[in-house]
């Protein structure tokens, strides 16, 4: 995708947030022999570290809080619920992100989501690099203090089982981080 594809989303919310500051970022997309995660990752952490730098300039607040769709709802949660530097997320919006690398290479939710679409974004399988599968998972790294979060997930998506919006929730709920489904 492309930041392009939310720009009617983007006039919505900022007719009826008016007071909000709105930043519509791009992140390099995998193309199975370059940009392997985790350069998506990295971009989404130096855009916000960049706004932050500018925040006097631009007149924001320190109330962050990060919406995405599917890759993008993967690195919103991520970004979330692993970083609290240069500020901590207020809030994260997942509109049906992949939140268990491991499990959606294991379990794709249809033969539109093989195993090896998930090898074209990391680069290797689960076996050949675990621990790259465990730091790009965002259920990794939720606790007590994650950022609130709302889940939404339709019950047929053919691309990121709606069993992984489900275990987000489980998580969320077993280690007590606010959260709605």
Not at 19 to 30: E, G, K, S
Not at 95 to 124: E, K, R
């Amino acid at each position: 995708g492309d930041k392009a594809d939310f720009n009617a989303y983007v006039d919505t919310l900022k007719r009826r947030l008016p007071d909000y500051a709105i930043f519509n970022i791009n992140y390099r997309l995998a193309t199975g022999v370059i940009n392997f995660f985790p350069a998506q990752e990295n971009d989404v952490k130096a855009a916000i570290d960049f706004i932050y730098s500018k925040r006097i300039e631009y007149k924001i607040s320190d109330k962050y809080v990060l919406l995405g769709t599917s890759a993008g709802a993967h690195l919103a949660l991520l970004h979330a619920y692993k970083y609290a530097t240069p500020v901590k997320i207020k809030a994260v919006v997942d509109f049906f992100g992949p939140t268990d690398l491991v499990d959606m290479y294991n379990n794709p939710a249809s033969p539109l989501a093989p195993p090896s679409a998930i090898v074209a974004v990391m680069g290797v399988t689960p076996a050949a690099n675990p621990a790259l599968y465990q730091q790009s998972s965002p259920l990794s790294f939720i606790n007590a203090q994650s950022s609130p979060t709302i889940i939404l997930h339709g019950g047929v998506d053919v691309l990121v089982s709606p069993s992984q919006s489900a275990t987000l929730r489980l998580q969320l709920q077993n280690a007590g981080a606010i959260h709605q489904y």
